[in-house]
């Protein structure tokens, strides 16, 4: 699966679960760390779980696992690492803090609506 097909297959989990604010930013250009970042926000840690939960479910359903996830525990920003697709889930005011859109605006802004 190439990243494309993969940040696909997220972006479908993420909206299932109703996650607030998809973002997917091509980072390719920018960085060797991978093609893409997704971020998306839940209401409460339960949610950002139940995210990450869909996004592996959906993803090892086509054989593919996660190299790494960190933060699941805390619930309050989830790192999925599926190395050339790296999945930020944040509770929404840990989100607003670390506003990590802001830091990688020189990415290339995806429309959602093309990957849905």
Do not use: C
């Not at 993420?14 to 390719?28: H, Q, T, Y």
């Not at 592996?56 to 999925?80: C, D, F």
């Not at 999945?87 to 990590?100: I, K, M, N, P, Q």
């Not at 802001?102 to 290339?108: H, I, N, P």
């Amino acid at each position: 699966m190439d990243s494309l097909q993969a940040a696909k297959v997220i972006v479908k989990a993420l909206d299932s679960k109703k996650a607030e604010d998809i973002r997917v930013i091509g980072i390719g250009e920018l960085s060797v760390i991978g093609d893409y970042f997704i971020i998306a926000s839940g209401r409460s840690g339960v949610q950002v779980k139940a995210l990450a939960d869909e996004i592996e479910t959906k993803m090892s359903e086509k054989g593919v696992t996660p190299k790494r996830i960190e933060g699941y525990s805390y619930a309050n920003w989830v790192i999925l690492d599926y190395i050339d697709v790296i999945v930020h889930l944040f509770h929404s005011d840990t989100r607003e803090f670390y506003s990590l859109e802001r830091l990688w605006s020189d990415g290339e802004q995806i429309d959602i609506a093309n990957l849905l």
